[in-house]
């Protein structure tokens, strides 16, 4: 079986991490459209921060004909107002 990450991995460099422990399954399951304002508006009510955002053109020749793209989206901690 072919590497299903891998074009992924070269569409957005330094943002795919390999987990040998993750179910094969779980790569090819089905997944739905969301929209990447409303997560980034649900994380920043929950006090995170976007620290960055990718956008590439799925890899698959299928995908890629149906217009299928991915999001690829990072959060951190809102920093701290105090002062010591």
């Known amino acids: 079986m072919s590497d299903p990450l891998a074009g992924y ?3 957005a460099p330094g943002l ?3 987990f040998e422990a993750v179910d094969p399954d779980i790569l090819f399951a089905p997944v739905r459209d969301l ?3 409303l997560t980034i508006a ?3 009510r929950s006090g995170l921060i976007l620290l960055r955002r990718v956008e ?3 890899v698959p020749p299928g995908n890629r004909a149906m217009g299928v793209r991915w999001t690829w989206l990072a ?3 809102q920093p701290s107002n105090t002062s010591a």
Request: charged share 35%.
């Open 9 to 11: 991995a070269a569409a």
């Open 16 to 18: 795919v991490e390999r």
């Open 35 to 37: 929209l990447p304002e």
């Open 42 to 44: 649900d994380a920043s």
């Open 56 to 58: 590439a053109d799925s």
């Open 75 to 77: 959060f951190g901690k």
